[in-house]
Nanobody, 112 residues
Framework: VQLVESGGGLVQAGGSLRLSCAAS????????MGWDRQAPGKEREVVAT???????KYADSVKGRFTISRDNAKNTVYLQMNSLKPEDTALYYC???????WGQGTQVTVSS
């Protein structure tokens, strides 16, 4: 499977972004997927995961602000990020939890 993230950018604190992860080469309909992030000088952390039937889990730091979803018809996973904070600044990666494949990442920068 190949994963391509998009939707990152520069936003002010309090703003919103929606990340997309388009999968190709494999139907991810029943595949658990997720979003991780890595900030400079920090370890990669799991932000959100979603099962094949749509059950989602979130890191405590993003609960109530981020929403992961999937559109199986488009073979795409999304991450809606609201009320962004400067500490959300990181490179965000899409992950196929079944195969372990990562995308190339999309940069999110939140200014204060």
């Amino acid at each position: 499977v190949q994963l391509v993230e998009s939707g990152g950018g520069l936003v002010q604190a309090g703003g919103s972004l929606r990340l997309s992860c388009a999968a190709s080469g494999e139907n991810i309909r029943f595949t658990p997927m997720g979003w991780d992030r890595q900030a400079p000088g920090k370890e990669r952390e799991v932000v959100a995961t979603i099962t094949g039937v749509g059950s989602a889990k979130y890191a405590d730091s993003v609960k109530g602000r981020f929403t992961i979803s999937r559109d199986n018809a488009k073979n795409t996973v999304y991450l809606q990020m609201n009320s962004l904070k400067p500490e959300d600044t990181a490179l965000y990666y899409c992950k196929d939890w079944s195969s372990g494949a990562w995308g190339q990442g999309t940069q999110v920068t939140v200014s204060s």
